[in-house]
């Protein structure tokens, strides 16, 4: 992969528009939003703190995921990829898409204790079963990756 310098580079800027992106959205769209549901619609108010802070979270997630990327990146472009230092990387992803698993859950409930029957179930429930699978897509990379490593480790100490 140290072959295509160009890949690399080009997916590096892309991570850094779309950090830079979701920067944007955290302070200017998201509170913005918010701030005009509860006015639009002022017996669901009292979500809005909730709602903006979990969106910001979920939001500060992927941007972890992308910080990850990154590392991840970085061992590609130096022909590490297949060795222990890519593990906390993967790790950390897992790690995050875990604590947005665990927020949907408690946001579905929520939602099913004040607001009753909505769309809004629907959608997290459809966020839900995106990421339990991106979540066991990651599980299976990270298995992939340690195979990938342990068979280097044995090519390079046979050569």
Known sequence: MSTCPWLINT???LLILLFGCLLAIQVAVIPAQ???QAQASPEHAHWQ???TAITIFWIACLQAV???TWGLLNLVSRDRIFS???APWVNAILVTIGMVWVSLVVVIIMLAADIGNTIYHAMMGLA???VTAVGLLMTVMRALLRQATTLRTEMDQVV
């Open 49 to 51: 703190v909730s709602a």
């Open 66 to 68: 992308i910080a990850c």
């Open 11 to 13: 997916l590096r800027a």
């Open 84 to 86: 222990d230092a890519a």
């Open 34 to 36: 918010f701030r005009w």
């Open 128 to 130: 839900l079963i995106l």
